[in-house]
């Protein structure tokens, strides 16, 4: 939200500077994103005098001008605005000067053979509104040679960030309240207004739907002149962003950026019987002011006549009732509409208004005939006309709410001592009504003070955070102990793991475009967000890979060899009662080259599905997963290649791990080349370790014998898995053999058609003796029988 400091001033009285205002904004809770100063954008542009003007020699559009700024000789200036003359007065930007609208830098130049030495500037070309047909053409006072922005009264503009909970803060005088409250000025009191209400009023007003639209107020002002909006009232909307439209227009606009408080202006002429405010038909349409078309639904209140609907309520007007420069006799609408409805409307349709969100967090219910008196003032003293008596309909949610408050609760709550006659003093500048029994009345605009620890804040953020020791939580005596849960102290070390094997960590979305989304769904449903950041990225992530496979191609696509990239997260799946269901995951991406071409290895390497199967062992591991027992199994998903990809599991069920070289398809949908291959580990799949975690690693005793290492070489079907080989001959004696692993696969000559031999090196650990022949002869039967049982028979 931005206000400048002249319209702040307008609400405060204060002498306080822009950077003493900025601070105390902050310490209130109103953050001040940035403040931008006008002045600083006109430097070098000076009020000038135009002393003679005649036509240039070599241009028939051209003029050329002797200008004074006040100060040494008159300078020559080329101009071509149609109506630059002498004896006017206008806006000059000598050389140096930087012209705000396109950043160019005025210099001497000649221009067809004359010299000119600055320029004649526009409206539009100084950012203070659209008119270019001419010059600026100043009041005949207007003193030569002044700075133009100190004529023109630029003032410095604040952008704040206010938060959801402070709607009574939308509107500049809210924020004026606040900074009055905490000691920078006094409010001024607002102006009362004494409309005289000469007629009934001919159109009626009802609201047929008390729930969207509690309060539906309006009144006929008739004999309007809608021409343009006074400057000074152009010149705050401008420094809140906004464009000066019609004086109708601009003074609903200025009241909502003054008071919060948005209000509707309607052509009479343009509405047919009474104007209901009510729940909108299933297919109707209606033509918004930004010139779209929306489709409602019967849970969006609209306000319509018989013709139709004319108004998105409290998100945005009609265009077919809209008021024009020939509009004469208007309707005036301010209601009360429901903060919830509000939000689900502008959320269905799409729409993001400032009406709507002063709406859907709740504008002050009971400022509906003050906000309608200040509009119709306004109205009339700009625009004319007679008013007519004010129609209510409803009645708005005024109720206040009293909560019962002990001072004493600051000290212990909000840790700071302040006085009682201070907190009052607080409270009632801050509009709340304290009792002698400390029973406080919360202002109806104050949605968010639900009990006495919304006052503790009231009271503490005016009174100063700043002034908020800082006292340290209690601890407890001797070694502290861990605080991160088990979950934290494993990601902790994967990470540290993943970055130690040479992985960079990657930080991705959690959103994902639905696309690839359902690519990786596997058929699942999917969350998608109804209000998303942006409709790229509404599909909550049902795998890590797709954001890490977005990271490898920005990769490539500038440049990089290769891509080596991890990431621990939470994955988003529907669980079959429909409830949210999140997973701790572990996605590592490996595309581009492994190792770069060499004179020592000829072509660059490529990734395969044994590197992602090495990180996948190597991070479960780590992980502290039981590696040795996991088995291999396929069905690693539609997204890998079912030839080069497989799960690792415990058990037929239990799955811990997928990895492989990922689909072509899968390449296609993400734009990258291939090969790419990628692990996925399920952290909340991995078994806890069983017995009682200490916070110490048993103390290493090395074996006191050596280890005694057999080798085995089995003819195995084609098709037989290494890995079942290996498994089976661990577990032929557990407590002897202490490892084993394949180091030579062969097929061929020699090698039986369908057979494969598999050579396997058994590591054996002796304990408080040595081996004799006859125990490791038994020990080599035990291997060669576990062996048989998975089709192996022992190479002669």
């Not at 209690?474 to 970055?499: C, D, I, N």
């Not at 994902?512 to 950041?533: C, K, M, R, S």
Request: with cysteine; glycine share 10%.
């Amino acid at each position: 939200m931005k206000f400048s400091l002249e319209w702040l001033t307008y609400f405060l009285e204060t002498e306080a500077s822009v950077a003493e205002i900025a601070a105390k904004l902050n310490a209130i809770g109103i953050e001040v994103e940035d403040i931008e100063d006008p002045a600083e954008k006109l430097e070098g542009f000076r009020v000038a005098e135009v002393l003679t003007a005649k036509p240039h020699p070599d241009a028939d559009k051209l003029q050329v001008l002797t200008v004074s700024t006040g100060e040494g000789d008159p300078l020559t200036v080329v101009c071509g605005a149609p109506n630059a003359r002498a004896g006017m007065r206008g806006v000059l930007g000598v050389a140096g000067a930087v012209v705000p609208a396109n950043g160019m830098k005025l210099r001497k130049s000649e221009i067809r053979g004359v010299e000119s030495n600055g320029m004649m500037c526009s409206v539009r070309e100084l950012e203070l509104g659209d008119a270019h047909e001419g010059i600026i053409e100043l009041p005949e006072d207007a003193p030569v040679g002044e700075d133009f922005a100190t004529y023109h009264g630029a003032s410095p503009v604040f952008d704040v960030a206010i938060t959801p909970n402070r709607p009574d803060c939308m509107g500049v005088y809210g924020i004026a309240r606040d900074l009055a409250a905490a000691g920078l000025g006094t409010l001024k009191p607002l102006r009362e207004h004494d409309i005289a209400a000469t007629f009934p009023c001919p159109v009626e007003i009802r609201t047929d739907d008390p729930d969207g639209c509690p309060a539906f107020y309006g009144r006929v002002i008739k004999g309007v002149t809608n021409g343009a909006s006074p400057e000074w009232m152009q010149k705050r909307l401008m420094a809140a962003g906004q464009r000066p439209i019609s004086a109708l227009v601009d003074i609903t606009n200025y009241m909502m950026l003054a008071f919060g408080r948005p209000a509707h202006v309607y052509d009479l002429a343009k509405l047919s019987g009474p104007v209901v405010a009510r729940r909108a038909k299933d297919g109707e349409k209606v033509l918004a002011l930004n010139e779209k078309t929306y489709n409602l639904d019967s849970s969006m209140t609209v306000i319509a006549d018989d013709n139709g609907v004319h108004d998105i309520a409290g998100i945005m007007g009609g265009e077919e009732s809209s008021v024009q420069p020939e509009t004469t006799d208007v309707l005036l609408e301010i209601a009360y509409f429901d903060p919830e409805a509000i939000g689900v409307t502008g959320r269905k349709l799409g729409i993001a208004t400032d009406a709507r969100t002063r709406f859907e967090r709740g504008v002050d219910p009971a400022w509906l005939d003050k906000g309608l008196e200040s509009l119709t003032s306004l109205i009339q003293r700009f625009c004319g006309g007679e008013a007519s008596e004010i129609v209510r309909a409803g009645t708005p949610p005024t109720e206040p709410k009293v909560i019962a408050f002990d001072p004493g609760l600051t000290a212990r709550l909000g840790g700071v001592d302040v006085s009682e006659a201070e907190q009052k003093r607080i409270l009632e500048a801050l509009d709340f009504g304290v009792g002698a029994d400390w029973n406080v009345t919360c202002p109806p605009r104050r949605h968010d003070i639900e009990g006495a620890a919304d006052l503790v804040e009231e009271v503490v953020r005016i009174h100063g955070l700043d002034n908020v020791a800082s006292v340290a939580l209690p601890r407890a005596e001797g070694v502290a102990r861990p605080t991160a849960t088990p979950m934290q102290a494993l990601e902790r070390r994967l990470r540290r793991g993943a970055a130690a094997r040479g992985l960079n960590e990657a930080v991705t979305w959690s959103f994902l475009p639905t696309p690839q989304a359902e690519h990786f769904a596997d058929g699942d449903a999917l969350w998608v967000l109804d209000n998303p950041i942006s409709e790229d990225m509404k599909a909550m992530r049902p795998s890590l890979i797709p954001g890490l496979l977005s990271a490898a191609k920005r990769d490539a696509d500038r440049g990089a060899a290769g891509s080596r990239l991890f990431e621990i997260g939470r994955r988003y799946l529907r669980a079959k009662d429909g409830s949210s269901d999140e997973h701790a995951t572990l996605a590592v991406v490996l595309a581009g080259e492994k190792t770069p071409r060499g004179w020592s290895n000829g072509k660059a390497a490529k990734f395969d599905a044994f590197d992602a199967k090495a990180e996948a062992e190597a991070l479960l591991a780590e992980a502290g997963a039981p590696v040795d027992k996991l088995m291999v199994m396929g069905e690693a998903g539609g997204q890998f290649h079912p030839g080069q990809s497989a799960t690792l599991r415990l058990g037929p069920k239990n799955v811990l791990a997928r990895f492989g070289a990922l689909h072509p398809a899968t390449l296609d949908a993400f734009d990258i080349d291939g090969p790419v291959v990628a692990v996925e580990i399920y952290l909340d799949a991995i078994p806890a370790k069983k017995g009682k975690a200490g916070f110490e690693k048993p103390d290493f005793a090395p074996p006191a014998l050596q280890s005694v290492e057999r080798d085995f070489a089995f003819l195995v079907p084609q098709d037989l898995a290494a890995a079942d080989l290996l498994r089976a001959v661990r577990g032929a004696d557990k407590a002897n053999i202490v490892d084993a692993r394949v180091f030579d696969v062969f097929a061929g000559q020699g090698v039986p058609e369908g057979k494969k031999s598999v050579a396997i090196e058994v590591t054996l650990q002796p304990g408080e003796k040595s081996f004799k022949d006859e125990e490791l002869k038994a020990i080599s039967d035990k291997v060669v029988a576990a062996a048989a049982k998975q089709g192996a028979e022992l190479r002669g």
